[in-house]
Protein backbone atom coordinates (compact mmCIF):
# COMPACT_ATOMS: atom_id res chain seq x y z
CA UNK A 1 0.00 0.00 0.00
CA UNK A 2 0.97 3.75 -0.26
CA UNK A 3 3.36 4.81 2.69
CA UNK A 4 2.21 8.37 2.42
CA UNK A 5 -0.93 10.40 1.30
CA UNK A 6 -0.69 13.43 0.60
CA UNK A 7 -4.06 15.82 0.33
CA UNK A 8 -5.54 18.11 -1.52
CA UNK A 9 -4.22 16.39 -4.82
CA UNK A 10 -5.07 20.63 -6.35
CA UNK A 11 -6.00 24.34 -4.62
CA UNK A 12 -6.67 27.01 -6.32
CA UNK A 13 -5.88 30.72 -4.31
CA UNK A 14 -6.22 34.36 -4.73
CA UNK A 15 -3.18 36.21 -3.62
CA UNK A 16 -3.15 37.00 -0.41
CA UNK A 17 -5.17 33.72 1.09
CA UNK A 18 -3.24 31.10 3.49
CA UNK A 19 -2.84 27.28 2.07
CA UNK A 20 -2.84 24.18 4.29
CA UNK A 21 -1.59 21.47 2.85
CA UNK A 22 -1.15 17.97 4.48
CA UNK A 23 0.60 14.25 4.47
CA UNK A 24 -0.49 11.65 6.19
CA UNK A 25 1.86 8.89 6.88
CA UNK A 26 1.24 5.02 7.19
CA UNK A 27 4.63 3.82 9.29
CA UNK A 28 6.74 4.88 11.43
CA UNK A 29 8.42 8.31 10.03
CA UNK A 30 12.53 8.57 10.29
CA UNK A 31 11.75 12.13 9.21
CA UNK A 32 9.30 13.98 6.38
CA UNK A 33 10.83 16.26 3.71
CA UNK A 34 8.88 18.73 1.85
CA UNK A 35 10.00 20.09 -1.89
CA UNK A 36 8.61 22.60 -4.11
CA UNK A 37 8.70 21.94 -7.46
CA UNK A 38 8.14 24.74 -10.39
CA UNK A 39 6.73 23.85 -13.36
CA UNK A 40 9.60 22.53 -15.53
CA UNK A 41 12.32 22.66 -12.79
CA UNK A 42 13.58 20.18 -10.67
CA UNK A 43 12.90 19.41 -6.73
CA UNK A 44 14.09 21.95 -4.22
CA UNK A 45 14.16 21.25 -0.78
CA UNK A 46 11.89 23.45 1.50
CA UNK A 47 11.68 21.88 4.90
CA UNK A 48 13.75 18.16 6.10
CA UNK A 49 11.61 18.08 9.27
CA UNK A 50 11.68 14.31 11.95
CA UNK A 51 9.28 16.85 14.25
CA UNK A 52 8.00 19.42 15.40
CA UNK A 53 7.65 22.97 13.87
CA UNK A 54 10.17 24.79 11.53
CA UNK A 55 9.44 28.51 10.21
CA UNK A 56 10.84 29.51 6.63
CA UNK A 57 9.24 33.22 5.55
CA UNK A 58 6.19 32.92 4.60
CA UNK A 59 6.20 28.64 5.43
CA UNK A 60 5.22 26.71 8.28
CA UNK A 61 6.10 22.91 8.58
CA UNK A 62 5.06 21.00 11.21
CA UNK A 63 5.21 17.07 11.80
CA UNK A 64 3.26 15.36 14.61
CA UNK A 65 4.53 11.90 15.04
CA UNK A 66 1.90 10.34 17.05
CA UNK A 67 -0.73 11.55 14.89
CA UNK A 68 1.11 10.16 11.63
CA UNK A 69 1.09 13.61 9.67
CA UNK A 70 3.05 16.49 8.51
CA UNK A 71 1.76 19.93 6.97
CA UNK A 72 2.98 23.01 4.93
CA UNK A 73 1.41 26.16 5.52
CA UNK A 74 1.86 28.60 3.19
CA UNK A 75 0.65 32.40 4.71
CA UNK A 76 -0.25 35.53 1.92
CA UNK A 77 0.16 32.96 -0.69
CA UNK A 78 1.64 35.28 -3.77
CA UNK A 79 1.73 33.92 -7.58
CA UNK A 80 4.96 32.98 -7.78
CA UNK A 81 4.18 30.32 -4.96
CA UNK A 82 2.62 28.35 -7.64
CA UNK A 83 3.39 25.19 -8.85
CA UNK A 84 3.73 21.23 -7.23
CA UNK A 85 4.49 20.90 -3.93
CA UNK A 86 5.71 17.09 -2.37
CA UNK A 87 6.02 15.46 0.65
CA UNK A 88 8.56 12.68 1.26
CA UNK A 89 8.50 10.27 4.10
CA UNK A 90 11.98 9.32 5.01
CA UNK A 91 12.63 5.85 6.33
CA UNK A 92 16.12 4.85 5.59
CA UNK A 93 16.98 4.62 9.34
CA UNK A 94 14.47 1.81 9.43
CA UNK A 95 16.48 0.59 6.19
CA UNK A 96 14.06 1.63 3.60
CA UNK A 97 14.13 4.10 1.21
CA UNK A 98 12.00 7.53 0.22
CA UNK A 99 8.72 7.52 -0.10
CA UNK A 100 7.15 10.57 -2.05
CA UNK A 101 3.90 11.54 -2.06
CA UNK A 102 1.53 12.30 -5.00
CA UNK A 103 2.24 16.09 -4.66
CA UNK A 104 -0.16 19.11 -4.49
CA UNK A 105 -0.53 21.73 -7.66
CA UNK A 106 -1.07 24.85 -6.36
CA UNK A 107 -2.27 27.87 -8.45
CA UNK A 108 -2.22 31.59 -6.92
CA UNK A 109 -4.37 33.77 -8.91
CA UNK A 110 -3.46 37.55 -8.70
CA UNK B 1 29.34 23.72 -3.74
CA UNK B 2 27.51 23.19 -7.34
CA UNK B 3 24.91 20.79 -6.53
CA UNK B 4 23.75 17.91 -7.97
CA UNK B 5 24.84 17.68 -11.69
CA UNK B 6 22.96 15.96 -14.13
CA UNK B 7 24.33 15.48 -17.77
CA UNK B 8 23.19 15.46 -20.59
CA UNK B 9 20.14 17.98 -19.93
CA UNK B 10 18.58 17.03 -22.55
CA UNK B 11 18.67 13.58 -25.09
CA UNK B 12 17.08 12.72 -28.16
CA UNK B 13 17.28 8.48 -28.85
CA UNK B 14 16.01 6.89 -31.71
CA UNK B 15 13.90 3.77 -30.45
CA UNK B 16 16.05 1.15 -30.03
CA UNK B 17 18.77 3.27 -29.14
CA UNK B 18 20.64 3.12 -25.71
CA UNK B 19 20.85 6.03 -23.57
CA UNK B 20 23.18 6.88 -20.50
CA UNK B 21 22.58 9.13 -18.13
CA UNK B 22 25.32 10.71 -15.68
CA UNK B 23 24.80 12.19 -12.38
CA UNK B 24 27.96 13.77 -10.14
CA UNK B 25 26.50 14.20 -6.30
CA UNK B 26 27.32 16.42 -4.04
CA UNK B 27 31.12 16.43 -2.68
CA UNK B 28 30.91 14.15 0.61
CA UNK B 29 27.22 13.06 -0.05
CA UNK B 30 27.04 9.12 0.34
CA UNK B 31 23.44 8.31 -0.80
CA UNK B 32 22.53 8.87 -4.49
CA UNK B 33 18.89 7.98 -5.77
CA UNK B 34 17.43 7.95 -9.24
CA UNK B 35 13.77 8.44 -9.84
CA UNK B 36 11.70 9.39 -12.78
CA UNK B 37 8.59 11.93 -13.51
CA UNK B 38 6.34 12.30 -16.29
CA UNK B 39 3.16 13.69 -16.44
CA UNK B 40 0.80 10.46 -16.32
CA UNK B 41 3.11 8.80 -13.65
CA UNK B 42 4.95 11.39 -11.60
CA UNK B 43 8.02 10.91 -9.70
CA UNK B 44 8.55 7.26 -9.90
CA UNK B 45 11.82 5.68 -7.83
CA UNK B 46 13.76 3.71 -9.60
CA UNK B 47 16.86 2.53 -7.46
CA UNK B 48 19.15 4.13 -4.10
CA UNK B 49 22.59 3.81 -3.85
CA UNK B 50 24.77 4.26 -0.59
CA UNK B 51 28.44 4.33 -0.05
CA UNK B 52 28.77 2.97 -4.17
CA UNK B 53 26.33 0.09 -2.93
CA UNK B 54 23.29 -0.34 -4.68
CA UNK B 55 20.54 -0.99 -2.01
CA UNK B 56 17.21 -1.03 -3.43
CA UNK B 57 16.23 -1.45 -7.06
CA UNK B 58 13.27 -2.60 -6.67
CA UNK B 59 11.69 0.16 -9.11
CA UNK B 60 13.99 -0.39 -12.03
CA UNK B 61 12.56 -1.96 -15.22
CA UNK B 62 14.62 -5.16 -15.08
CA UNK B 63 15.24 -5.63 -18.63
CA UNK B 64 16.53 -2.38 -20.05
CA UNK B 65 17.49 -0.63 -16.83
CA UNK B 66 20.82 -0.21 -15.20
CA UNK B 67 22.53 1.69 -12.66
CA UNK B 68 26.22 1.82 -11.65
CA UNK B 69 28.27 3.92 -8.56
CA UNK B 70 31.75 2.97 -9.95
CA UNK B 71 32.88 5.75 -7.48
CA UNK B 72 31.50 8.33 -5.11
CA UNK B 73 31.75 11.27 -7.45
CA UNK B 74 29.28 9.66 -10.06
CA UNK B 75 26.98 7.41 -11.29
CA UNK B 76 25.13 6.78 -14.63
CA UNK B 77 21.76 5.01 -15.17
CA UNK B 78 21.86 3.44 -18.81
CA UNK B 79 18.45 2.18 -20.68
CA UNK B 80 18.87 -0.17 -23.52
CA UNK B 81 16.62 -0.52 -26.27
CA UNK B 82 14.84 2.32 -25.71
CA UNK B 83 11.23 2.54 -26.46
CA UNK B 84 8.92 5.45 -26.06
CA UNK B 85 7.25 4.80 -23.09
CA UNK B 86 10.92 5.48 -21.67
CA UNK B 87 10.31 9.13 -22.37
CA UNK B 88 10.14 11.28 -18.82
CA UNK B 89 12.52 13.55 -17.23
CA UNK B 90 15.35 11.52 -14.84
CA UNK B 91 16.29 13.10 -11.89
CA UNK B 92 19.06 12.21 -9.57
CA UNK B 93 19.39 13.41 -6.01
CA UNK B 94 21.74 12.91 -3.51
CA UNK B 95 22.19 13.17 0.74
CA UNK B 96 24.57 12.86 3.44
CA UNK B 97 24.57 9.22 4.99
CA UNK B 98 21.24 7.92 6.02
CA UNK B 99 18.71 10.47 7.06
CA UNK B 100 19.46 14.06 5.88
CA UNK B 101 18.31 16.45 3.61
CA UNK B 102 17.68 14.89 -0.17
CA UNK B 103 19.23 17.33 -3.38
CA UNK B 104 17.95 16.91 -6.78
CA UNK B 105 19.82 17.88 -10.23
CA UNK B 106 18.13 19.33 -12.74
CA UNK B 107 17.04 16.19 -14.57
CA UNK B 108 18.02 14.92 -17.63
CA UNK B 109 14.97 15.02 -20.42
CA UNK B 110 15.23 11.85 -22.30
CA UNK B 111 13.28 12.06 -25.61
CA UNK B 112 12.72 8.59 -27.38
CA UNK B 113 11.49 8.88 -31.16
Known amino acids: GQQVQQSPASLVLQEGENAELQCNFSTSLNSMQWFYQRPGGSLVSLFYNPSGTKHSGRLTSTTVIKERRSSLHISSSQTTDSGTYLCALDLRNSNNRIFFGDGTQLVVKP | NAGVIQTPRHKVTGKGQEATLWCEPISGHSAVFWYRQTIVQGLEFLTYFRNQAPIDDSGMPKERFSAQMPNQSHSTLKIQSTQPQDSAVYLC???????????FGSGTRLTVL
Open chain 2, 93 to 103: ASSALKAETLY
